[in-house]
């Protein structure tokens, strides 16, 4: 493989990158200019179904069969919403592009909009995100400035404009449906589907829901082909850049970018410099903290790309990787965990909102120095019932409206058979005591 320069985010750091006039003096908007007056939106759909771009969000789904799904002879407007309510833990990529590189995405959401034929596009973000909020929207201002955002956008017949709508900081809002209620003015409770969003997404009408840095990625694929796109990663199924966040005990942790596929023991070595005083590394959350966690010794060559991640037996879902070294105690980990998931629960299904709060309950039961040695295949009674079984070579089973249940399921199962001898050891202890 030769050797890779960075591609979302190569303008970091460099003065005024997130001016239109910075974008404008390297290459900005052409794969834009190209989606509008080159090409009609069947043309732009199959290039990035060629490319092989998958969602960058979490679900890894290929985005050129996403927006195939949109019907062709509705009468209803299509929306297009940019999901920036980045609330994984353990992820930040989003935000760091919107803050060096606003405009990047802006051009994504044009191509998108053009695929599509949506003519009033959003981007959802984060409360929290103020200044993220203020940039965005003094972006979208230039665009219209330069006839790049409003009427008949590039001097074409397309017509294009954004709005920016701010969230209340709700993890569950970084599901689909779940955000489009909440665009809508309503509790950010997911919806059962069928129909999907492609059908009946914000207002009733046809809506695709794509991520930042989904979206980031398209002006360069329209700029140098969908060959070009391919041809990046170590995995033909699931190619192109990536942006990994690496967090926990490492000595440098960011946001890196490399190509789809790279290895996680080389991501935290090379890239993140290693773990904190040499320690030896426990444990990996490969894809924020919804993804089982992998042990030392799985990690060990495993490329980050979505097929390798899934056949180890997680998910690469938002590349949020969050390193456990050796002194972390698992028990306390797994009680942080579903602690916030048992505070972020909508509530809206039996399963999840009374489940969260029983393992949160259970597993302060060990902290607190009462475990029973029954409470371990309690929890993982309790976290089936939740998010059901976990086979990733048949499918998951799970027992929810939307996939929270298994956010939480998932990981806190992964933590308790994997490290069965720690919560075991807590209770020896007391026992001893």
């Known amino acids: 493989m030769t050797a890779f320069k960075p591609i979302l985010t190569r303008h970091l750091g460099q003065p005024g990158s997130s001016t239109i006039d910075y974008y404008l003096l390297n290459e900005g908007y052409r ?37 195939g799904f949109i019907p062709k002879d509705t009468r209803k407007p299509v929306y297009l919403i940019n999901n920036a309510d980045e609330s994984e833990p353990g992820t930040f990529k989003d935000r760091l592009l919107i803050n060096h590189n606003p405009h990047q995405m802006i051009e994504g959401m044009i191509i998108a909009s053009k695929a599509i034929g949506c003519h009033l596009a959003f981007i959802y973000i984060r409360g929290e995100f103020v200044k993220e909020t203020r940039l965005l929207e003094a972006a979208i201002e230039e665009c219209r400035s330069n006839n790049i955002l409003g009427k008949g956008i590039f001097g074409s017949d397309f017509d294009l404009d954004i709005i920016v709508h701010r969230g209340a900081g709700a993890y569950i809002c970084g599901e689909e449906t779940g955000l489009i209620e909440s665009l809508e003015g309503k509790r950010g409770w997911p919806r059962i589907k069928p129909p999907f969003p492609a059908i009946e997404g914000y207002l009733s009408s046809p809506t695709v829901v794509n991520n930042v840095e989904t979206l980031a990625n398209l002006p360069h694929i329209l700029v140098h082909g969908a060959k070009w796109f391919h041809s990046i990663g170590a995995n033909p199924e699931s190619p192109g850049p990536k942006l990994y966040c690496i967090s926990g005990r490492v000595k440098k942790p960011g946001v890196y970018e490399a190509p789809m596929g790279t290895h996680l023991d080389d991501l935290i070595e090379n890239y993140a410099r290693g773990v904190i005083d040499d320690r030896l590394i426990k444990a990996v959350i490969p894809g924020g903290s919804s993804a089982p966690l992998l042990t030392a010794e799985e990690i060990v060559g495993l490329p980050m790309d979505f097929p390798s991640v899934k056949a180890a037996g997680s998910m690469l879902g938002s590349a949020g990787i969050i390193v456990l070294d050796e002194t972390v105690d698992m028990v306390q980990a797994c009680y942080n965990l579903a602690r916030f998931y048992a505070h972020e629960s909508c509530g809206q299904c039996t399963p999840c909102r009374e489940g969260t709060t029983w393992l949160t309950k259970i597993l302060e039961r060990f902290t607190a120095g009462r475990g029973r040695m029954e409470d371990i295949d309690l929890i993982l009674d309790v976290a089936d019932n939740i998010g059901g079984l976990i086979d990733f070579s048949k499918g998951s089973f799970g027992k929810t409206i939307c996939p929270f249940g298994e956010a939480v399921a998932w990981p806190v199962r992964a933590f308790v058979e994997k490290f069965r001898h720690e919560f075991e050891a807590y209770i020896a202890t007391e026992a001893v005591a």
């Not at 759909?45 to 771009?53: F, P, Q, T």
Request: glycine share 24%; charged share 20%; net charge positive.
């Open 31 to 67: 794969g834009a200019r190209k989606a509008v007056l080159e090409m009609d939106g069947a043309g732009v759909i199959d290039l990035v179904k060629a490319s092989g771009l998958q969602g960058r969000g979490g679900a890894g789904f290929p985005t050129g069969v996403k927006w």
